[in-house]
């Protein structure tokens, strides 16, 4: 059944979003746990750094930027990883997942490309810079490096918690039934997901035929039979080898981001911040693909770690000068609502999301396993030209329906 001609492909659907509703259903009550125990140590800290008779603006700084973007990643990624990570072990485990490559194989040899490319894909849910790595196992040089450059189509785990705000706020916050609210925020982001994999077959095919032209090697591959999975390999290795080492990088390259956030946001240029002013200077292009400048400089700051995005929006919207959480999916939709956000921002945010630039992280792990500048400013540039043109002609439909109907 799972290999077969007419239920090979319904199956794995049905497998992503099973594992989305269970990620996205189990995170939710952990995530505000964590967020409310960190969230509290932050005035005992504050009022402990201003007790030495440090600057001001230095507690501020170290609280508020440094301190709260460690507790937002944290608390955000933490559950979620908890979750997926060993949800995708257990399937690797099982023996699933060859069996999903040998699935996709033939979309993938009409790409000219390499049937393992759907391995590393599989990877890049938890995180890009983990499939990447996982390019290794492509032998061909030139099937490896059109997999390292379409990774980052894939959503990793730190774009999860934007996708999955957003289409609960525009999508599906009328379905009032919890059970059915999650089940259809999973279908949404399911969704979202496989415009993702079709932008990644589409850009693997063009690199192809031009950058990197040739034929798709050999793909040889024996399904090995299913077995009982073993509950200590898949916790020590969805929980060490993968949550803690991609929560660590994560939080390593965000701290420093949330430092500079805080900066931004509170160094004044005549009446305004140096954030509303790089926010007004990018709203032209923002507006030109359906979204606005604070989210394009939410995007830009949040590029250490996707986690981060939404926070640094939300404190751009509100000019609370320090990265600020939301106490409900209800607060969080009439502030964006107020700001002008429309059916048109929601979904192009998620696109976005979905398609721009890797984050840091990736991009250095495209550096180290590439050990080329091109290959790493491609990229950089490809996703982020396909994600401002798939956004573009989004707008340009949304504005031809309005006006037709």
């Not at 794995?12 to 979003?17: C, G, T």
């Given at each position: ?226 077995r009982v999975p073993q509950i200590g390999r898949i916790i020590y290795t969805s929980l060490i080898d993968r949550t ?162």
């Open positions: 059944i799972i290999t077969s001609k007419y239920f090979a492909i319904p199956s794995m659907l049905i497998m992503l979003a099973l594992v989305l509703w269970i990620t996205i259903s189990g995170a939710n009550y952990p995530s505000q746990i964590l967020s409310n125990i960190l969230f509290s140590v932050e005035p005992g800290m504050y009022d402990f750094l201003v007790g030495l008779n440090l600057p001001i603006w230095i507690c501020e700084m170290l609280v508020f930027g440094l301190y709260k973007t460690f507790a937002w990643v944290v608390s955000v990624m933490l559950p979620p990883m908890a979750i997926f990570f060993p949800l995708f072990t257990f399937l690797e485990d099982l023996g699933y997942l060859p069996r999903v490559a040998f699935n996709l194989d033939h979309l993938f040899k009409k790409c000219k490309t390499h049937g393992k490319q759907c391995l590393t894909m599989c990877m890049g849910f938890g995180c890009n810079a983990c499939g990447v790595i996982g390019c290794r196992i492509i032998d061909s040089p030139r099937e490896r490096l059109i997999a390292i450059l379409t990774n980052t189509f894939v959503p990793c785990n730190g774009r999860f918690p934007t996708l999955i705000a957003i289409s609960t706020i525009f999508f599906t916050a009328a379905i009032k039934n919890p059970f059915l609210s999650n089940v259809s925020t999973a279908i949404c982001v399911t969704l979202i997901i496989l415009v993702g994999i079709g932008i990644s077959l589409l850009v693997s095919y063009l690199l192809s035929k031009t950058l990197l032209k040739g034929e798709s090697s050999t793909f040889t591959l024996e399904l090995p039979p299913y803690l080492f991609v929560l660590s990088r994560a939080v390593v390259v965000a701290i420093p981001a949330g430092v500079i956030t805080w900066l931004l946001a509170n160094i004044t240029i005549g009446d305004m911040t140096i954030l509303n002013h790089i926010a007004l200077f990018l709203d032209p292009i923002g507006k030109f693909i359906g979204l606005d400048g604070f989210i394009l400089l939410a995007f830009i700051l949040g590029m250490p770690a996707n986690e981060i995005v939404i926070p640094i929006l939300i404190m751009s919207y509100m000019a609370t000068g320090s990265m600020t959480d939301y106490s409900s999916l209800s607060e969080l939709g009439a502030l964006l609502t107020s700001h002008g956000w429309t059916y048109l921002t929601a979904l192009n945010l998620m696109i976005f999301s979905l398609l721009h630039w890797p984050c840091t992280t990736t991009l250095l792990t495209i550096k180290k396993e590439t050990d080329s500048l091109k290959w790493t400013a491609l990229g950089f540039i490809i996703p982020t030209c396909i994600a401002f043109i798939v956004c573009f002609c989004t707008r340009i439909l949304y504005d031809f329906l309005m006006f037709v109907f």
